[in-house]
């Protein structure tokens, strides 16, 4: 069975600079899995930050960035603000009808 | 603006089926642009995929809950529905609904608040 590998955890200091990634079991991540990233803070829905990669949601702030690095799909946030400081969920769409989400990565900005 | 409010019973004794609505407002369920998904969460922890349903009734599980799980839509009230049958105590979870394009834009796009299902006698 194909499992989404994310960090655990992850910290980065006010104003730095942190790149999460999103890989898999086996196997490499492109554009053709549709990977897309989800920030999620504790007692609330998640929130759409990315989508087919790269393309930012309504109203999410450029300092947040998706890419694929190497075989592995990336959330790149670039100057970390203490509001950054959530879980953040990668979920790729290879099948049409079927999602795989990542176990997700907590962010620490510390 | 699309919302999606999960609505159902906060507790599930165990061996009983668990069921929770999704109704839809500011938009239509029978648009041929989405799947609508159902996905739950277990206390602090992830983000797990429970299944999607097209408006046409075609539906698609995570294996792992193949066997007990039943989704269904109502598009006269704009309503999706989750059934979980024979549940346990590994089945209390917060349970959100939420949108998901199709297409070259595959992803969720509006999600529920979710709805907090505990199983316990």
């Known amino acids: 069975q194909t499992v989404v590998t994310q960090e655990p955890s992850f910290s980065v200091s006010p104003g730095g600079t942190v790149t999460l990634t999103c890989g898999l079991s086996?196997?490499?991540?492109?554009?053709?899995?549709?990977p897309s990233w989800y920030q999620q803070t504790p007692g609330q829905a998640p929130r759409t930050l990315i989508y087919?990669?790269?393309t930012r949601a309504s109203g999410v702030p450029d300092r947040f960035s998706g890419s694929i690095l190497g075989n592995k799909a990336a959330l790149t946030i670039t100057g970390a603000q203490a509001d950054d400081e959530s879980d953040y969920y990668c979920?790729?769409?290879?099948?049409?009808?079927?999602?795989?989400f990542g176990g997700g990565t907590r962010l620490t900005v510390l | 603006q699309l919302q999606l409010q999960e609505s159902g019973p906060g507790l599930v004794k165990p061996s009983e089926t668990l069921s929770l609505t999704c109704t839809v407002s500011?938009?239509?369920?029978?648009?041929?642009?989405?799947?609508w998904d159902w996905i739950r969460q277990h206390p602090g922890k992830g983000l797990e995929w429970i299944g999607t349903?097209?408006?046409?009734?075609?539906?698609y599980y995570n294996l792992s809950l193949r066997s007990r799980v039943t989704m269904s839509v109502d598009t006269s009230k704009n309503q999706l529905s989750l059934k979980l049958t024979s549940v346990t105590a590994a089945d209390t979870a917060i349970y959100f609904c939420?949108?998901?394009?199709?297409?070259?834009?595959?992803?969720?796009?509006?999600w529920g608040q979710g709805a907090l299902v505990t199983v316990s006698s």
């Open positions: 939420a949108r998901r394009r199709l297409g070259d834009l595959r992803y969720f796009d509006y």
């Open positions: 500011g938009g239509s369920i029978s648009s041929n642009s989405y799947f």
């Open positions: 349903i097209y408006y046409s009734g075609i539906t």
């Open positions: 086996s196997g490499s991540v492109s554009n053709r899995d549709y």
């Open positions: 087919s990669t790269t």
């Open positions: 979920v790729l769409h290879m099948d049409p009808g079927i999602s795989l």
